[in-house]
């Protein structure tokens, strides 16, 4: 099992910039791919990013790509999400979550092969 604790979230404007951060612990923190996850009020919670700890695969929804930027910091545990800007449509509490990298029936994006989920933290982009 892996904890997860997201920080980073607040009120920025529509144009802005914001950086998640998520912070991981456990004894297979490692054995995981690490994604972030997005869900507004009224809607389905959706996939946004996902990384490997090396960095050497990342997969993003389109409606980010060129605007967001997940990374890792292997070392101290941490996945990182660079919003930029930022859109009314991104207002949403965001996830972490941890998904077993030999997970084999649901790909990257599929919410069911993540495992593990840290609190949420609330990103609210005002036009």
């Known amino acids: 099992q892996v904890h997860l604790v997201e920080s980073g979230g607040g009120l920025v404007q529509a144009g802005n910039s914001l950086r998640l951060a998520c912070t991981a612990s456990?004894?297979?923190?490692?054995?995981?791919?690490m994604g972030w996850f997005r869900q507004a009020p009224g809607k389905e919670r959706e996939f946004v990013a996902a990384?490997?700890?090396?960095?050497?695969?990342?997969y993003y929804i389109d409606s980010v790509k060129g605007r967001f930027t997940i990374s890792t910091d292997e070392a101290r545990r941490k996945v990182f999400l660079q919003m930029n800007s930022l859109q009314s449509e991104d207002t949403a509490v965001y996830y972490c979550?941890?998904?077993?990298?030999?997970?084999?029936?649901?790909?990257?994006?599929?919410?069911?092969?993540?495992?593990?989920w840290g609190q949420g933290t609330q990103v609210t982009v005002s036009s």
């Open positions: 990384i490997n700890w090396k960095g050497s695969s990342t």
């Open positions: 456990g004894a297979t923190v490692y054995s995981h791919v």
């Open positions: 979550a941890a998904r077993p990298i030999r997970t084999v029936y649901y790909v990257v994006g599929e919410r069911e092969g993540y495992r593990s």
